[in-house]
């Protein structure tokens, strides 16, 4: 059964600071993986996905995530964060069956 | 265009009350999924239909909940004889196909007295 793991249910970080938000997956087949971001009363939107090919996946709004296939992990970065970055995100993985299994979100709080 | 739409956005109602809960997936979308995002939860998946292949349940918590895809594109979730663990943010996607981006819903806020 595939597992997503999120350890840090909050992260605050300053406006302009770097920022990393760790996700870990569990599966015993290949998988591909996902971020969604929930900002404050919105709904879930995508932000980034790996399916194949590079390992490092960039979003429009500066955030990148990298499979590691060794690590098992799918971890989010950002080089220099900003106010309008605070929401939640979720990581989530899916395998051939196509249903989304999803870590319990991290909240980043960005402060000015 | 038009994104996954749900109905009704919010939904109040007492233990024992059957509700349902209705999404309109993007038109051309063959997938559509239900997950329901509660507090200590996080997300969990527990519907998913895809053309007209028989849909997979297995997320289904109990079976109080059923849902049925009308002519491949509306779907309606309902919960039977709700029970106040029942109250979450009912969330439905859709993709175009399989293993492609889910599009989510605004979801449905339930509430069981």
């Known amino acids: 059964a595939q597992s997503v793991t999120q350890l840090d249910s909050q992260v605050p970080v300053f406006e302009e600071a770097p920022v990393e938000l760790r996700c870990n997956y569990s599966s015993s087949v290949s998988v591909y993986l996902f971020w969604y971001v929930q900002y404050p009363n919105q709904g879930l939107q995508l932000l980034l996905k790996y399916l194949s090919g590079s390992t490092l996946v960039e979003s429009i709004n500066g955030f990148e995530a990298e499979f590691n296939k060794s690590q098992t992990s799918f971890h989010l970065r950002k080089p220099s964060v900003h106010i309008s970055d605070t929401a939640e995100y979720f990581c989530?993985?899916?395998?051939?069956?196509?249903?989304?299994?999803f870590g319990t979100g991290t909240r980043l709080q960005v402060f000015p | 265009g038009a994104g996954v739409s749900q109905s009704p956005s919010n939904k109040v109602t007492e233990k024992g009350k059957d509700v349902e809960l209705r999404c309109d997936p993007i038109?051309?979308?063959?997938?559509l999924y239900w997950y329901r995002q509660s507090l200590g939860q996080g997300l969990e998946f527990l519907i998913y239909?895809?053309?007209?292949?028989?849909?997979?349940k297995s997320g289904l918590p109990s079976d109080r909940f059923s849902a049925e895809r009308t002519g491949g594109s509306v779907s309606t979730l309902t919960i039977q004889r709700t029970q106040q663990e029942d109250s979450a943010v009912y969330l439905c996607a859709s993709s175009i196909q399989r293993v492609e981006t889910q599009y989510f819903g605004p979801g449905t806020r339930l509430l069981v007295l």
């Open positions: 989530a993985v899916s395998d051939n069956t196509d249903k989304l299994i």
């Open positions: 038109s051309g979308h063959t997938a």
């Open positions: 239909f895809q053309g007209n292949s028989a849909p997979d």
